[in-house]
T-cell receptor, first 115, second 115 residues
Framework: DAGVIQSPRHEVTEMGQEVTLRCKPI?????LFWYRQTMMRGLELLIY????????DSGMPEDRFSAKMPNASFSTLKIQPSEPRDSAVYFC?????????????FGPGTRLTVL | ELKVEQNPLFLSMQEGKNYTIYCNYS?????LYWYRQDPGKSLESLFV?????AVKQEGRLMASLDTKARLSTLHITAAVHDLSATYFC???????????????FGKGTKLSVKP
């Protein structure tokens, strides 16, 4: 099992540029989560999909952030325009609702630096 | 609002010593998760505690859950250097019509085990 795959692993960009982060969940998992990790705020949910449908996007900071899940094996998180305060590690996690433990499995993360 | 508090946030231990990390949460939940994160790495699932009184052990780590007290503990026995990492507890957000949504994370406990 390949686990959750994220790309790119590192991204350095300049303020105002568009950034797209990608995630491939574990095959067969039907829930997908985007989290952001910063020193100040810790780990916080950005958006949660179930069966490709956004269920909770209350954590998306503002209109500059958008997320899509066009199919069960792919999701994107886009920031446009990016700002220095968006610098963080962005994790994607997936879960199989058939798993009675509801454990979420995390990808390696994308470390984003906005200059 | 569901809140999760861990203490201590920083823990420096000597090898061979025992210690306990505490995790308190603010609302009823019967599912609690412990994750480990090494520097610059992803989150690795350690334990899933699904009911009051649940106890799980793996090597030198033992986790327990008291849902009435809204408290989970992670006990470290005879610490070794390899246990140095950041440990997070997380509680399931059940505010989705009884279904489990995202995880609410504590701030993490950074453990350093010294010879």
């Amino acid at each position: 099992d390949a686990g959750v795959i994220q790309s790119p692993r590192h991204e350095v960009t300049e303020m105002g540029q568009e950034v797209t982060l990608r995630c491939k969940p574990i095959s067969g998992h039907n829930s997908l989560f985007w989290y952001r990790q910063t020193m100040m705020r810790g780990l916080e949910l950005l958006i949660y999909f179930n069966n490709n449908v956004p269920i909770d996007d209350s954590g998306m900071p503002e209109d500059r952030f958008s997320a899509k899940m066009p199919n069960a094996s792919f999701s994107t998180l886009k920031i446009q325009p990016s700002e220095p305060r968006d610098s963080a590690v962005y994790f994607c996690a997936s879960r199989d609702e058939r798993d009675f433990t509801d454990t979420q499995y995390f990808g390696p993360g994308t470390r984003l630096t906005v200059l | 609002e569901l809140k999760v508090e861990q203490n201590p946030l920083f823990l420096s231990m000597q090898e061979g010593k025992n210690y306990t990390i505490y995790c308190n949460y603010s609302t009823t939940s019967d599912r609690l998760y412990w994750y480990r994160q090494d520097p610059g790495k992803s989150l690795e699932s350690l334990f899933v505690l699904l009911s009051n009184g649940a106890v799980k052990q793996e090597g030198r780590l033992m986790a327990s859950l008291d849902t009435k007290a809204r408290l989970s503990t992670l006990h470290i026995t005879a610490a070794v250097h390899d246990l140095s990492a950041t440990y997070f507890c997380a509680v399931a957000n059940m505010n989705y019509g009884g279904s489990q949504g995202n995880l609410i994370f504590g701030k993490g406990t950074k453990l350093s085990v010294k010879p």
